[in-house]
């Protein structure tokens, strides 16, 4: 059974930083993992992926503050997120895609407010 499950999420003000976390079980390493999110009223959308060999995509606007990365071994991916603003708000996801199928964990919410 797959599982992915996130942390680190919370309320920051603008400017802050955040790490987020999400630590995968019953999935291959070899799977391409990512981070979504999604802004209420809004279409979820890519923050940042990278695969096993550590090639990375960024979303548009995430590349310069988003910095994603990626230990193997477990797998578990991380997101650091730097000068975050209002509009950063949003349940972060983290996804992992093998050939098993396309794989979801429930969601951290960031808050970024004065």
């Known amino acids: 059974q797959v599982q992915l499950v996130e942390s680190g999420g919370g309320l920051v003000q603008p400017g802050e930083s955040l790490r987020l976390s999400c630590t995968a079980s019953?999935?291959?390493?070899?799977?391409?993992m990512a981070w979504y999110r999604q802004a209420p009223g809004k279409e979820r959308e890519l923050v940042a992926s990278i695969t096993k060999s550590g090639s990375i995509k960024y979303g548009d606007s995430m590349k310069g503050r988003f910095a994603i990365s990626r230990v193997n071994a477990r797998p578990e991916i991380y997101l650091q997120m730097n000068s975050l603003k209002p509009e950063d708000t949003a349940v972060y996801y983290c996804?992992?895609?093998?050939?098993?199928?396309?794989?979801w964990g429930q969601g951290t919410q960031v808050t970024v407010s004065s």
């Open positions: 019953g999935i291959v390493f070899s799977a391409v």
């Open positions: 996804n992992a895609v093998s050939s098993y199928g396309n794989y």
